[in-house]
C-alpha cells in the first residue's frame, strides 16, 4: 500500500495534511489486515468448492457410463433377441418349402430362397447398422 500517494490524495482533494504516523493510519493498516485474511478465508473455500464440484463431477459421469452401458447391453441382447424370433419364425415359414415334393421341382424352389435369403440379410444388414450407430 503506498502511503504517500495517499496522503497526496487527501491533501489535493480534501485539503487534510496526515503523516505516516497518524492513528489513523493504523485503522486503515488494521483493516488491510482483516480484509486479506477474509480474502485468503475465501479463497480456500473457493478451491475447496471447485474441488468437491470436481469428486461429484467424476462421480456422476462414472454412473452415467455405467448406465449407458448398462442399457447398450440391454439393447442389444434385446435386438438378439428378436433376430432370433424372427430367424426360427422364417426357418419355420421356409421349411415347408425346402421339403422335396413330387409336384414341386428345384426350379421352383429356387426364387422362394433367393428371396428368402435377400429379405433376411437385408433386415440383418439394417440392424446390425442400428446396433453400431
Given amino acids: 500500500m503506498d502511503t504517500d500517494k495517499i496522503i497526496a490524495e487527501l491533501a489535493v482533494k480534501h485539503g487534510i495534511k496526515l503523516n505516516k504516523e497518524d492513528p489513523l493510519f493504523a485503522a486503515v493498516f488494521l483493516n488491510k489486515i482483516i480484509l486479506d485474511e477474509y480474502v485468503n478465508e475465501l479463497d480456500q473455500h473457493l478451491a475447496e ?3 468437491n464440484v470436481a469428486v461429484k463431477e467424476e462421480v456422476t459421469s462414472a454412473k452415467l457410463r455405467k448406465l ?11 435386438i438378439e433377441r428378436i433376430l432370433n424370433q424372427f430367424a426360427d419364425n422364417l426357418q419355420g415359414r ?13 426350379q421352383s424352389n ?12 437385408l433386415l440383418l444388414g ?3 447398422v442400428i446396433v453400431f450407430i
Fill in 49 to 51: 468448492s471447485i474441488n
Fill in 68 to 78: 449407458l452401458n448398462d442399457n447398450q447391453i440391454k439393447n442389444q441382447q434385446e
Fill in 94 to 106: 421356409l421349411q415347408p418349402i425346402n421339403q422335396p415334393a413330387s409336384t414341386m421341382n428345384k
Fill in 110 to 121: 429356387s426364387p422362394a430362397w433367393l428371396i428368402s435369403a435377400f429379405l433376411l440379410g
Fill in 126 to 128: 439394417s440392424l446390425s
